[in-house]
């Protein structure tokens, strides 16, 4: 069975501090994407990552940063945590595979707060 | 640019009637298509996949989904709605000619209500 990990289902910080937030895979995917959810907004990508130590911004990458130092770990970071990152944070992986298709499978989320 | 719509952002059904939640979308070449289904405080499941061959795909929990390239949509349907089929809904597409990073454009979600 497929599965995407996520360190913490709902966490709280405070204006200021550096935020990690973790996501591991057990498919051996190439991809991995770090999603923000928002009531009417939908999924925007934040950063996605097709191999190890490769990064590339998505729509939204400001107040963070990502990194990829093995192939089953991607970690977001927000430098310094601000009330409108209050926010369903989502990890997603794919496979890169020529001729896969390329469904995204899903952590179970983030609910981040900061106060 | 590559773009998806889910033009509804709450669909109403009773129980046991048939339900199609909406999508549409536009690539600059062939698409492939998804359907994702959330359940509250969850992460997205994937329900099916569009790439090649037949315009009806069938995929997990009796849903299906037909795919129309003269109308570039691919609207997701069931024909009994169950109550626990209550979610909220993600189409989602990737152009095929673009760079193999797996890289999706999802819509807004539209949030399937099904009652009693």
């Known amino acids: 069975d497929v599965k995407v990990t996520q360190s913490s289902r709902y966490l709280v910080k405070r204006t200021g501090e550096k935020v990690f937030l973790e996501c591991v895979q057990d498919?051996?995917?190439?991809?991995m994407f770090w999603y923000r959810q928002d009531p009417g907004l939908g999924l925007r990508l934040i950063y996605f990552?097709?191999?190890?130590?490769?990064?590339e911004k998505g729509d939204i990458p400001e107040g963070y940063s990502v990194s990829r130092e093995k192939k089953e770990r991607f970690s977001l970071i927000l430098e310094s945590a601000s009330t409108n990152q209050t926010s369903m944070y989502l990890c997603a992986s794919s496979s890169r595979l020529a001729g896969v298709s390329n469904e995204q499978y899903f952590g179970p989320g983030t609910r981040l707060t900061v106060t | 640019a590559q773009s998806v719509a889910q033009p509804e952002d709450q669909v109403n059904v009773a129980e046991g009637n048939p339900l199609t939640v909406k999508c549409t979308y536009s690539?600059?070449?062939?698409?492939?298509l998804f359907w994702y289904v959330q359940y509250p405080n969850r992460g997205l499941q994937f329900l099916l996949k569009y790439i090649t061959g037949d315009n009806l795909v069938k995929g997990s929990y009796g849903f299906e989904a037909e795919f129309n390239k003269s109308q570039t949509s691919f609207h997701l349907k069931k024909p009994s709605a169950l109550v626990s089929d209550s979610a909220l809904y993600f189409c989602a597409v990737r152009d095929i000619g673009s760079s193999n990073t797996g890289k999706l454009i999802f819509g807004q979600g539209t949030t399937l209500q099904v009652k009693p």
């Open positions: 498919m051996d995917h190439e991809n």
């Open positions: 990552s097709y191999d190890v130590k490769m990064k």
């Open positions: 690539v600059s070449g062939n698409p492939y």
